[in-house]
């Protein structure tokens, strides 16, 4: 047998009674005399739980002096003994200190991880807080919960809504049907032509006001201008990322992207690149007097910019992400739609909250009629399309189309809604006379968007495909 401690043969071996191990009797005593435990199991342990094992052994001689060679060896034996403990304790002692090191290194790497985690969560708050500031000294009006930047419109801004309002809604009610404008005959005698062009992933359609130039967006980012009369594309234009709306500024071409910036192209240059919505634009409006801009984004705001210097003039806040702006035609009201199915309307001259108009799901479309007081409106995943009267605050028709809307648009007389839906392009027409509303045309041509043409003699309709199709 053999002392745990030393590994040797022991000259008095001694049992525990606890864990039976067999030590020399000498060091277990020294052992227990500083530390009290056992030192294979750490066990409390005493001189009184020590068994002397009975063996035979050599008596010892009297202690020898150093002078002799017996002498020496007995103290080098001493020393061994003492050596052999130490060293043992030192095991111990190395591999306690090693599983603390472990056990220290794991909580490190934990700490670590989730250190970074926090740092990279406090960098995205920080970029987004970059984006978006949201100052106070906005009041929630008409029950909305709605915050308005605290800077409010440049003075010359105002005059010049103020001057867009005066003249528009003065010859409104005089004006007349500008002469050579398409009639009912003249849409009922419309048939689709394929041009050929196909742009993958578009959604979106926009024609200029000459009726010649339409916009086309690809969801790789890249905007197609097409000429109409010539057949083919003029421009391809690289916005950087997916394309979520793109309007014509005269013939500047402006375009909102999902990592909401607002790019401006000047044929295929761009000349201006606006970030300010923290999420993707959602929807672009141009004001009547061509001087503003609106957007609106998944950040549930609406921002307006000033065209003449490209630069961002306020922004407003409200309860849900928007999908989709208007302008009023006389240019003091803004619509935008919501998620939370609510179609809210602003002046635009102070951001107040004028109206909400409670739809029956995610708003998809809007637009105004030119004859001041009817607004248009779509729903996510509807059949149908309502019109609202801003006079009464609610809903005067529905339009039933028996396949899902998409996009909608009032020609400039306010007589002719087209309307873009999964299984046809449509015009609904109502006449002011009889008071009622016809259909002159339904064509079964599954499109995405839809657009008129100069002088509404054609209508320009993007196919499911994101092929242009002309009605003419």
């Known amino acids: 047998m053999l002392c745990a401690i030393s590994g040797e043969a022991p000259q008095v071996p001694v049992a525990s009674r606890k864990s039976g191990n067999v030590f020399e009797k000498r060091l277990i005593e020294a052992y227990i005399a500083d530390h009290g435990t056992d030192p294979v199991t750490g066990e409390e342990l005493t001189v009184d739980d020590l068994v002397e094992l009975k063996t035979a052994r050599v008596v010892r ?75 106070s000294g906005g009041a929630p009006t008409n029950g909305s919960e709605m915050e308005v930047d605290s800077k409010a419109l440049p003075e010359a801004i105002v005059e010049k809504v103020e001057a867009t309002y005066q003249k528009s809604s003065s010859t409104r009610k005089k004006r007349t049907i500008p002469e050579g404008w398409a009639t009912a005959e003249t849409i009922q005698a419309f048939e689709p032509t394929p041009t050929g062009t196909v742009v993958p992933g578009s959604q979106a359609l926009a024609v200029d006001k000459s009726g010649d130039l339409a916009l086309l967006d690809g969801s790789d980012g890249i905007v197609i201008v097409y000429s109409l009369s010539q057949k083919k594309t003029l421009h391809t234009l690289k916005a950087g990322s997916a394309v979520t709306d793109a309007i014509w500024w005269g013939s500047r071409a402006i375009i909102a992207l999902t990592s909401g910036a607002i790019v401006v192209f000047e044929g295929e240059s761009q000349v201006a690149k606006l970030a300010a919505h923290a999420g993707p634009v959602t929807g672009l409006a141009l004001h009547p007097s061509g001087d503003l801009l609106a957007s609106v984004g998944a950040d549930k705001s609406y921002i307006l910019y000033d065209l003449s210097t490209l630069s961002q003039l306020t922004r407003t806040f409200t309860s849900s992400q928007l999908t989709c702006v208007q302008f009023h035609p006389d240019g003091h009201l803004l619509a935008a739609g919501g998620v939370d199915g609510e179609i809210k309307v602003f002046e635009v001259k102070t951001g107040n909250n004028a109206a909400n108009l409670a739809g029956k799901g995610p708003v998809q479309a809007l637009d105004f009629s030119e004859n001041g007081f ?53 015009v609904q027409q109502y006449s002011k006379s009889s008071k009622s509303w016809s259909e002159p045309l339904r064509k079964a041509v599954p499109s995405q968007d839809v657009a008129w043409g100069a002088s509404a003699s054609t209508l320009v309709a993007l196919s499911a495909e994101g092929e242009i199709i002309l009605l003419a």
Do not use: M
């Not at 103290?75 to 304790?89: P, R, V």
């Not at 190395?94 to 790497?109: D, G």
């Not at 985690?117 to 406090?122: A, G, T």
């Not at 509807?382 to 609202?388: A, K, L, M, R």
């Open 61 to 135: 001689p009297r202690p020898p002096t150093l002078t002799s060679i017996p002498a020496l060896l007995a103290t080098f034996q001493n020393e061994w003994d003492a050596l052999a403990l130490e060293s043992y304790t030192l095991k111990q002692q190395l591999a306690q200190t090693r599983q603390e090191l472990s056990s220290a290194l794991y909580q490190y790497e934990g700490a670590l991880r989730v250190n970074a985690k926090l740092i990279k969560e406090r960098d995205d708050a920080r970029d987004a807080l970059s984006k978006v500031t949201i100052q």
């Open 374 to 426: 009817w607004l248009a409106s779509v729903t996510a995943n509807s059949n149908d399309v309502t019109i609202w009267d801003l006079r009464k605050v609610a809903a005067v028709k529905t339009l039933e189309i028996g396949s899902l809307v998409s996009k909608i648009e009032w020609d400039y007389s306010g007589q002719f809604l087209a309307i873009a839906a999964a299984g046809c392009v449509a």
